[in-house]
């Protein structure tokens, strides 16, 4: 089955605690880009790959940072977090760019205490 | 600066009702217009994606429109259903000084009532 897989689906951390999301697809899509969805903002995207090795900010990447090494994986690393990452995220993918329709996985709920 | 509205906020409609959600962005000059929907606690799904090129697309009892030149695009439902209730978002994707960027609506909140 097509799909864009995240883990964990949930999480609760402290300040200060490195942590990693996870999120892999198996269309072989060139574009990758990671989300977050607060009340009242909508999504907004942080960060997106349009290729391997290739990263670009989105238009709130303070606090995070991707990595782009293999076609299939995007993880997203929050190297300190604070309470304002406290956040749900979404992972998607397409085909080769924003031109071509997005899928998205099935979200990460992070806690930051 | 890209702006994406959607209205009304919340709809609530009796089953069988076809209605009309929304969609209006500040700058015509996009790639495309996508339409998902969200159910509570889920990611979202893909519904319709629009080209900047194309007037309109239609799956199954969902039709979708794009009038580039002002702004808008609107989702149209025909026959609604008790399955229909999630939040419908609609996400604009453009170019912005060589880079790709997308803009979502918050999306509109929508219930039918047995």
């Known amino acids: 089955e097509a799909q864009v897989t995240q883990n964990p689906r949930y999480l609760i951390t402290v300040t200060g605690k490195k942590l990693t999301v996870t999120c892999s697809q198996n269309?072989?899509?060139?574009?990758m880009s990671w989300y977050r969805q607060d009340p009242g903002l909508g999504l907004r995207q942080i960060y997106y790959?349009?290729?391997?090795?290739?990263?670009d900010k989105g238009d709130v990447p303070e606090g995070y940072k991707v990595s782009r090494k293999e076609k299939r994986n995007f993880p997203l690393i929050l190297e300190s977090p604070s309470p304002n990452q406290t956040s749900l995220y979404f992972c998607?993918?397409?085909?080769?760019?924003?031109?071509?329709?997005?899928?998205f996985g099935p979200g990460t709920r992070l806690t930051v205490l | 600066k890209q702006e994406v509205t959607q209205i009304p906020a919340a709809l609530s409609v009796p089953e069988g009702e076809n209605l009309v959600l929304n969609c209006s962005f500040t700058?015509?000059?996009?790639?495309?217009l996508q339409w998902f929907r969200q159910d509570p606690g889920k990611g979202l799904t893909s519904l319709l994606l629009?080209?900047?090129?194309?007037r309109e697309q239609t799956s199954g009892r969902l039709n979708a429109s794009l009038d580039k030149s002002s702004g808008r695009s609107t989702l149209y439902i025909a026959a609604s259903q008790p399955g229909d209730s999630a939040t419908y978002l609609c996400?604009?994707?453009?170019?912005?000084?060589?880079?790709?960027?997308?803009?979502f609506g918050i999306g509109t909140k929508l219930q039918v009532i047995p």
């Open positions: 998607a993918s397409s085909l080769d760019g924003l031109a071509y329709e997005q899928f």
């Open positions: 269309m072989n899509h060139e574009y």
């Open positions: 790959s349009m290729n391997v090795e290739v990263t």
């Open positions: 700058d015509s000059a996009i790639y495309n």
């Open positions: 629009i080209q900047s090129s194309q």
């Open positions: 996400a604009v994707s453009f170019d912005s000084g060589g880079y790709q960027k997308v803009t």
